[in-house]
């Protein structure tokens, strides 16, 4: 991954992170990335996963209990997080 375009990855992670939180009014954020064969990734590429935290959420602990929810679930949440992603100035980001 060439350092500036991780830069550019993490900058636009900062302004979901604080979308995220505006939306969920959450406790925190974690951020994860996973690569290559260990990461159990079949053809490497990075993505990493911005994800709202609350107290309590058993986050790590739960996690072979989790359940993928349906289309317009997410649908309905991406919209939650896109409009506190436009209501906030771009200063805020710089």
């Known amino acids: 991954l060439p350092p500036a375009l991780g830069a550019a990855i993490y ?9 995220l939180k ?17 990461g159990s990734q079949d053809v490497w ?15 790590y602990q739960d ?6 929810m349906p289309p317009s679930a997410r649908a309905a949440h991406a919209a939650r997080v896109r409009a506190h992603w436009h209501a906030e100035s771009e200063e805020e980001f710089a």
């Not at 900058?11 to 979308?19: C, D, E, P």
């Not at 590429?45 to 986050?59: M, Q, S």
Request: hydrophobic share 40%; charged share 25%.
């Open 11 to 19: 900058r636009v992670a900062r302004r979901i992170a604080f979308a």
């Open 22 to 38: 505006r939306a969920y009014a959450c406790d925190g954020i974690s951020t994860r990335q996973h690569n290559e064969p260990g």
């Open 45 to 59: 590429h990075f993505h990493l996963h911005v994800t709202p935290r609350f107290a309590n959420d058993w986050f």
């Open 63 to 68: 996690i072979y209990n989790k359940r993928l």
